[in-house]
């Protein structure tokens, strides 16, 4: 029998939406109620590091998530995996020898190793980073020759807000209007290059795992909430393209005022859903007020926070000094009582910490 191993490592970072995506019109293609637009982190930090290996020794695909082995049995992995092998190509090692035609993908099986750098299902986006390593790692192992738009449109059937992770920079995802979800892809409105003096902070507030997952928490706001129908109606198409203004001409006092006031009215709709989904927590409450305040005292916005599926919060400094300042204020404000208690990941630049 032959013995080899052909192998590819990609690794991905998360991104943060700053236009919410909440909501499903199609559950099965994982299709969105309204557009959004995210800004993808610095590769280092909280990413996705993901090794895809074929072999012929290999009797059935199979995963381990942070060296545990996981199925791979589910709908989104599954719809993941045929999408990507239909589209494979033909691959050629010659040093090693190996020849795999098209049809041979079919009938290879794979191993797949993933870990995230940060607590998974905390509200931190890890599915987003994971389902667009999954798919951008086995596309460069079977030589598929698709654009990142394309594959982002097969990480979406993964995880919603994983077909924004295939862009740097801001990206946005467009919900699309056909049936087959081939035009609900992901599209990058600027590079990382285009507005670097932006520092990302996320302060951890609870690495617990969430008691609602977001799969969850949207079916039950789409079939309960009416702030949800109007929000995706009537506010969000305004919203994104204010954001996409906002981006082009670096506008930090509009970027500030669309990001916090969307992430409000996304946990706005969660309360407004039956039974009401609590993210937030007392202390993502204090760091609002405590945001508020000091942009208000300076009189132009310094920080802009969103917050996610959980109660840490994302913090969006105007420059490096904002960011020093504002880490200050958070030691101060909220001393850390243990190492889990409350560690603050810096993004973007680590010297900041020092
Ligand atoms: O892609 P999912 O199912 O993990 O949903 C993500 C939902 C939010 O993170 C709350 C918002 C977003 O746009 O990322």
């Not at 909440?22 to 090794?51: A, F, Q, Y």
């Not at 020759?145 to 990480?155: C, K, N, V």
């Not at 927590?281 to 405590?290: A, C, E, K, P």
Request: hydrophobic share 40%.
């Amino acid at each position: 029998t032959e013995k080899w191993v052909l192998m590819v490592t990609a690794q991905t970072p998360t991104n943060i939406a700053v236009i919410k995506y909440w909501g499903k019109r199609d559950e099965v293609r994982i299709l969105p109620v309204n557009d959004s637009i995210s800004v993808t982190l610095d590769p280092d930090h909280l990413c996705t590091v993901t090794t895809v290996a074929v072999s012929p020794a290999f009797d059935r695909d199979r995963m381990w998530l942070n060296g545990k082995e996981i199925s791979l049995s589910g709908s989104r992995y599954q719809n993941c995996l045929r999408e990507i092998r239909s589209r494979a190509g033909d691959v050629e090692d010659k040093e090693k020898g190996i020849k795999i035609g098209k049809e041979d993908w079919k009938k290879l099986h794979l191993h797949i190793a993933s870990h995230n750098n940060f607590p998974t299902a905390a509200g931190l986006a890890s599915s987003a980073a994971g389902f667009a390593c999954l798919v951008f790692s086995l596309a460069k192992l079977m030589n598929v020759d698709e654009d990142p738009s394309h594959l982002s449109a097969i990480a979406r059937q993964g995880s919603g807000s994983a077909c924004r992770s295939l862009f740097g920079g801001f990206v946005k995802w467009t919900m699309g209007s056909k049936e087959d979800g081939s035009d609900s892809v992901a599209v990058q409105l600027a590079d990382e290059k285009h507005w670097d003096d932006l520092v990302i902070i996320i302060a951890v507030v609870s690495s617990r795992q969430k008691e609602t997952s977001s799969t969850s928490g949207m079916r039950e706001s789409v079939e309960t909430s009416l702030l949800l129908q109007h929000r995706a109606k009537e506010v969000v198409p305004k919203r994104i393209l204010q954001m996409e203004e906002a981006i082009k001409n670096r506008d930090f006092a509009s970027f500030t005022q669309l990001t916090c006031t969307d992430s409000n009215q996304f946990h706005a709709v969660c309360l407004d859903t039956s039974p009401p989904i609590f993210y937030m927590n007392d202390t993502s409450h204090r760091i609002i007020s405590l945001v508020e305040k000091w942009n208000r005292s300076e009189g132009t916005p310094q920080v802009a926070y969103t917050f996610d599926a959980g109660p840490n919060a994302v913090l969006i400094a105007r420059n490096r000094k904002v960011a020093v300042q504002l880490l200050q204020g958070l030691l101060y404000y909220f001393p850390p009582k243990s190492d889990t208690d409350m560690k603050s990941y810096v993004v973007g630049d680590n010297s900041i910490l020092k």
